[in-house]
């Protein structure tokens, strides 16, 4: 059997890697500058997407 990959996969994660090297390079506040850039004109305010996982530090040490 060939070893199939879906590219709709293959692509998420090449994405996922770009926005990582992004973030690395330019820093909070290059992230920041990106945000309020890729946004406007909007009327909400900007915010930097932060990925986390759910539930408390407490519950993931149990």
Known sequence: MADATNPA??????????QRETERRLGKDGMLDKAL????????PVSVQTPSKPGSQDERQS
């Open 9 to 18: 996969t293959e692509s998420l994660k090449q994405e996922q890697q770009e």
């Open 37 to 44: 850039k890729d946004t406007f004109p909007a009327s909400d």
